[in-house]
């Protein structure tokens, strides 16, 4: 039995899930935010497999920081530029399904990014809905806990927060 299983799923995942996971893949995202009247709002985004609201995010690309991926896929997926944070405002974990059932452990490092311009056309605007939002109302949105805890304590002054 222990012989067929290491067969279908292979040597190195069966070792993997006997003596524990592999380090968390690293996400970078980008937390939008704009002022607004009565404080800040930011942006959350659709994703395109179940249409779940979450932050734009997605892996680094050769020679990015997590800062300058952060801002890539705001442009990318929320048509949105701005300033990113050179520090991180937190992070959160989840795991990522692939289509080959594995699962990745991933750990997503928040970037805040103050919004200076909304985009008429960009890359993902087809796939993708956008929504601007207090932080508190946009936390009971999300699915992950820990991302719903870090963007309910995004009020107050960002800028003081994403320095």
């Not at 946009?138 to 320095?163: C, K, S």
Request: overall charge neutral.
């Amino acid at each position: 039995m222990l012989f067929s299983h290491i067969r279908r799923i292979g040597i190195a995942e069966s070792l993997r899930r006997i003596f524990g996971g592999n380090p968390p893949r690293v996400q970078a995202a980008a937390l939008p935010w704009r002022p607004a009247a009565d404080g800040v709002e930011v942006l959350l985004v659709t994703s395109r497999g179940s249409g779940r609201w979450v932050l734009p995010k997605g892996w680094p690309e050769a020679g990015e920081t997590l800062a300058e991926s952060a801002l890539r896929e705001a442009r990318e997926e929320a048509g949105v530029d701005g300033k990113a944070s050179a520090e991180a405002f937190g992070h959160y974990y989840y795991s990522k399904v692939l289509s080959s059932g594995m699962q990745w452990h991933c750990q997503v490092e928040v970037y805040p990014v103050e919004v200076s311009r909304e985009l008429k056309k960009w890359p993902e605007m087809k796939e993708r809905e956008r929504r601007w939002l207090p932080p508190r109302k946009a936390a009971e949105m999300v699915q992950e806990p820990d991302l719903a805890e870090l963007i309910a304590g995004f009020a107050g002054n960002p800028r003081e927060i994403a320095v």
